[in-house]
């Protein structure tokens, strides 16, 4: 992400807590994994919460962990300790929940659930919202003591149509993931393509991206020579296509 390297490499050493905000699909978790990946914490774990959809007490189970004398399971403070807890849309925990965290950034202990044996924890929180977190702490649905310990550093991540200067890293980015993780045949897009994929708005932002490179890695034959416009999905060409007309006429 062009626009954040410069802020997000400076703040990365640091242990400072990061909240970043932006659009669904804008790749709030790829910016964290990068801040990670080149933190003093890089070789530890970078473990996720998506607060979305989790009932307070499953919430609660996986931060905490459990230990009732029946089960000893970690949670994620316990996994995350010496790296990283990345936690996607913050303001869908509990006020309780939200209280307790706040308790654990300021203490940097807690208990299991079912235990009364404090855990000593060093790790740092990157937190992330596609939601205006001041009009949340106003409707009550997020602490404001919480929200000013989490926002040390902010980092707002504009939609991808705001930057479209990132298309080709960001492709060529998702190409080595999908290679390595799911052992696709690399592809290269042309620059007649990427002309095209620049033009395209890109609603889905950062994630609709990705699923078309995946997409175009899985369709592509072997050795059938670089990504054209016409394998690029039909929404791109014909939406980049209207767009070209009126150009055009104007012109």
């Given at each position: 992400i062009k626009s954040l390297t410069g802020d997000a490499v400076?703040?990365?050493?640091?242990?400072?807590?990061?909240?970043?905000?932006g659009a669904p699909g804008t790749g709030k978790?790829?910016?964290?994994?990068?801040?990670?990946?080149?933190?003093?914490?890089?070789?530890h774990a970078f473990v996720t919460l998506h607060s979305i959809n989790i009932s307070e007490s499953n919430?609660?189970?996986?931060?905490?962990?459990?230990?009732?004398?029946?089960?000893?399971?970690?949670?994620?403070?316990?996994?995350?300790?010496?790296?990283?807890?990345?936690?996607?849309e913050i303001m869908d925990m509990s006020l309780t929940t939200q209280n307790k965290l706040l308790k654990v950034l300021q203490q940097q202990t807690f208990e299991k659930i079912g235990s009364s044996e404090s855990i000593n924890v060093d790790i740092r929180i990157i937190s992330a919202s596609s939601k205006d977190l001041l009009d949340e702490i106003k409707n009550g649905n997020l602490s404001q003591s919480l929200y000013y310990r989490l926002n040390v550093v902010p980092l707002h991540i504009p939609t991808l149509k705001e930057r479209k200067e990132d298309i080709r890293a960001l492709s060529e980015s998702f190409i080595?993931?999908?290679?390595?993780?799911?052992?696709?045949q690399k592809i290269e897009i042309s620059d007649e393509a990427h002309a095209i994929m620049s033009?395209?708005?890109?609603?889905?932002?950062t994630?609709?991206?990705k699923n078309t490179v995946e997409r175009l890695m899985i369709m592509r034959p072997q050795n059938?020579?670089?990504?054209?416009?016409?394998?690029?999905?039909?929404?791109?060409?014909?939406k980049t296509q209207i767009r070209a007309n009126d150009n055009d006429a104007l012109g």
């Amino acid at each position: 992400i062009k626009s954040l390297t410069g802020d997000a490499v400076l703040a990365a050493p640091s242990n400072s807590r990061i909240l970043i905000t932006g659009a669904p699909g804008t790749g709030k978790e790829v910016l964290a994994r990068m801040i990670h990946k080149n933190s003093l914490r890089k070789d530890h774990a970078f473990v996720t919460l998506h607060s979305i959809n989790i009932s307070e007490s499953n919430m609660e189970l996986e931060l905490f962990g459990i230990s009732d004398g029946k089960t000893n399971k970690a949670g994620l403070l316990e996994q995350a300790n010496g790296g990283t807890l990345f936690i996607d849309e913050i303001m869908d925990m509990s006020l309780t929940t939200q209280n307790k965290l706040l308790k654990v950034l300021q203490q940097q202990t807690f208990e299991k659930i079912g235990s009364s044996e404090s855990i000593n924890v060093d790790i740092r929180i990157i937190s992330a919202s596609s939601k205006d977190l001041l009009d949340e702490i106003k409707n009550g649905n997020l602490s404001q003591s919480l929200y000013y310990r989490l926002n040390v550093v902010p980092l707002h991540i504009p939609t991808l149509k705001e930057r479209k200067e990132d298309i080709r890293a960001l492709s060529e980015s998702f190409i080595e993931q999908f290679s390595d993780t799911l052992g696709l045949q690399k592809i290269e897009i042309s620059d007649e393509a990427h002309a095209i994929m620049s033009m395209y708005d890109w609603p889905g932002n950062t994630r609709q991206l990705k699923n078309t490179v995946e997409r175009l890695m899985i369709m592509r034959p072997q050795n059938s020579g670089a990504v054209t416009p016409k394998d690029l999905p039909t929404e791109l060409c014909s939406k980049t296509q209207i767009r070209a007309n009126d150009n055009d006429a104007l012109g």
